[in-house]
């Protein structure tokens, strides 16, 4: 079975104190991981999509990047407005239509205080 | 304006009223998706499309129904709630399978 498993569960920052979320996986065949970042009341809205290690994506303050088992997303200098919910998700090819289904890791709340 | 439109936004329903979340979208998208979120277990697709008429299995399918018989929609169906689907429901839809999803705005949804 597909597991997304993503760490801290929640991050507190200063503006301006970059860190790193994590995102480790445990599926077969990976087809993409994909980012995601959630405003409280909102829908997921699309950060990136990554498709094989070694891989890396920047936008604005943000840089995800892909390993074999695992994704970070980078936040360099975070403003107060980066403070939502990052998701992460894979998709797989498990055969038949199965690439289609996407599973989702729990996500990680950051807070960034100015 | 390209987006993703879910209706209701708001539904308190009891147990055993079969119900209907519907779920269009403006962009010609091939695929289209349903999540639930819970506190606790995130984001879980209960059903998803590869195109019309063509639907499978996510993770959570149980109690739920769907079908897709236009491009553009692609209703959820509850056909006896239970207490344990109250949840957030979400649709999704992207140009092909591997592409970004566009979310629409949730509905949340309480059986009682």
């Known amino acids: 079975e597909d597991q997304v498993t993503q760490s801290p569960e929640a991050l507190r920052l200063q503006e301006g104190e970059s860190s790193s979320l994590n995102c480790s996986y445990t599926?077969?065949?990976?087809?993409?991981l994909f980012w995601y970042r959630q405003d409280p009341g909102k829908g997921p809205e699309f950060l990136f999509t990554?498709?094989?290690a070694g891989e890396e994506k920047e936008k604005e303050r943000l840089k995800a990047t892909l390993t074999k088992k695992e994704s970070f997303l980078h936040i360099t200098a975070p403003k107060p407005e980066d403070s939502a919910t990052y998701l992460c998700a894979v998709r797989t090819d498990a055969g038949g239509t199965s690439y289609g289904k996407l599973t989702f890791g729990q996500g990680t709340i950051l807070t960034v205080h100015p | 304006e390209a987006q993703v439109t879910q209706n209701p936004r708001y539904l308190i329903t009891v147990t055993g009223k079969k119900l209907t979340v519907t779920c269009s979208q403006n962009?010609?998208?091939?695929?289209m998706s349903w999540y639930r979120q819970d506190p606790g277990l995130g984001l879980r697709q209960i059903y998803y499309?590869?195109?019309?008429?063509?639907?499978d299995k996510g993770d959570v399918p149980e109690g739920y129904k769907v079908s897709r018989k236009e491009k553009r929609n692609f209703p959820l169906i509850l056909e006896s709630p239970s207490p344990n689907q109250t949840s957030l429901y979400f649709c999704?839809?992207?140009?092909?399978?591997?592409?970004?999803?566009?979310f629409g705005p949730g509905t949340r949804l309480t059986v009682l």
């Open positions: 999704a839809s992207s140009l092909n399978v591997g592409g970004e999803q566009f």
């Open positions: 990554l498709y094989s």
């Open positions: 599926v077969s065949g990976l087809r993409g």
């Open positions: 962009m010609n998208h091939e695929y």
């Open positions: 499309s590869m195109n019309v008429e063509v639907t």
